[in-house]
């Protein structure tokens, strides 16, 4: 389908909030978590996809937003950073198997994630939270302190649900309380759990295989953890 960019946000440094309208203003709807790849059919087949997160709260509705980082080595985000308001992008229906579900409702949720690996993180946390589970974690990793995206969002939802914790840490400066890599501190909180919880990670490779390692050590297993992996 073709979308109209309505919107473009400077979210960071290095990061954009692309906003996508559909055409006719009818509704896109996906399930917590999904993504969307963006098509560019003037370069070869084997360029020409990349897949994003969906990182709008709302499931359902006229638009999406997609909240891309810039990898000046790469193909596909300096094509999309030169992208103007009102220009069109031609995209999939949303797709993907990591969402959050219903059954998870009786579970701490531990949403762990570094930089735009928070995309799917903005549906799923609102699910969680609409569904009204007793805890809900965000372990949320950056460098510097102007890197956290959706900061002021986290920080509302903190101020409205007393269940939501926002956990951000950084790894180059001491803006926050919690210094240094999200291990030492997903870690802490799911000891602090104790039981059963659901674990969804999400980002770069080296985070999620570390992540996955550490969780395998502490005892979790496939039924509990679930993983979105951007390369
Ligand atoms: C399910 C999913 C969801 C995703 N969601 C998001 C999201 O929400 N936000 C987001 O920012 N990203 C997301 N990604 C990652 C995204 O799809 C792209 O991988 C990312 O934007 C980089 O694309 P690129 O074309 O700019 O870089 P690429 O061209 O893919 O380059 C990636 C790396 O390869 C190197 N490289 C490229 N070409 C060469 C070459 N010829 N020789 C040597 N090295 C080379 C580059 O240096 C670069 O470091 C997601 C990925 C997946 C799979």
Redesign the pocket.
């Known amino acids: 389908m073709f979308v109209e960019i309505t919107d473009i946000i400077d979210e960071s440094p290095r ?1 954009k909030r692309f906003i996508l309208s559909t055409l006719d203003g009818s509704n896109i709807e996906f399930l917590p978590g999904q ?1 969307v790849t963006i098509y560019n059919r003037n370069w070869p087949e084997f ?1 020409n996809t ?6 709008s709260s709302d499931t359902c509705s006229n638009s999406i937003e ?15 950073f030169q992208l103007n308001k009102g220009e069109q992008l031609e995209i999939s229906e949303p797709q ?1 198997q ?1 969402v959050y579900k219903q059954e998870y409702a009786p579970f701490s949720s531990v949403f762990i994630c570094t ?3 928070v ?2 993180f903005l549906s799923m946390i609102q699910s969680a939270l609409n569904i009204g589970q007793s805890s809900v974690y965000l372990v949320f990793g950056n460098r510097k302190f102007d890197d956290i995206l959706y900061r002021e969002h986290f920080e509302s939802l903190s101020a409205e649900y007393p269940n939501f914790h926002f956990v951000p840490v950084l790894s180059q400066e001491n803006a926050y309380v919690n210094n240094g890599y999200v291990h030492a501190y997903y870690a802490s909180i799911l000891r602090d759990i104790g039981g059963d919880a659901r674990i969804f990670v ?1 980002g ?1 490779k080296n985070m999620c295989s570390e992540t996955r390692d550490k969780l395998k050590q502490m005892g979790y297993n496939r039924k509990q953890y679930f993983f ?4």
Do not use: H, K, M
């Open positions: 990061v993504f360029s990349r897949s994003y997160s969906i990182a997609l909240c891309i980082a810039l990898n000046e080595n790469g193909l596909f985000t300096p094509w999309l993907g990591f930089g735009t690996g995309a799917p999400c770069w979105e992996q951007y390369n």
